[in-house]
């Protein structure tokens, strides 16, 4: 099974397809802005779970965020688990600072 992932800008999201088919297999929907991109929520359709489409979209978003220099807030449970279980990626987190009070 071959997944094809592109960034669809206009829609604000990443859209996965199985094996050159028409029908969207699932969806990455994302908030970008000049420094950050915000992963806000994952769907697969349930007759691709467990085929590695979540995971296709995963790896295409966060190498196109690595590539575009972009931190990553994964607000998105599935990219935040994705991410914890790939160290490789973790370095894209963006981190909140707090301000020290004196």
């Known amino acids: 099974m071959a997944v094809r992932v592109s960034d669809v800008p206009e829609a604000k999201r990443y859209e996965a397809r199985v094996d050159g088919e028409s029908k969207v297999a699932g969806v990455a929907q994302y908030i970008r802005t000049t420094e950050l991109v915000a992963f806000v929520h994952t769907e697969v359709s349930p007759e691709y779970e467990g085929r590695g489409v979540g995971s296709a979209l995963a ?3 966060l190498d196109e965020a690595r590539a575009a220099n972009l931190l990553v807030l994964a607000t998105c449970p599935f990219i935040a688990g994705w991410i914890a279980r790939h160290p490789e990626y973790q370095n894209l ?8 009070s004196d």
Not at 95 to 100: E, F, I, K, L, P
């Open 93 to 100: 987190v963006y981190q909140a600072y707090s301000r020290v």
């Open 59 to 61: 790896r295409t978003a």
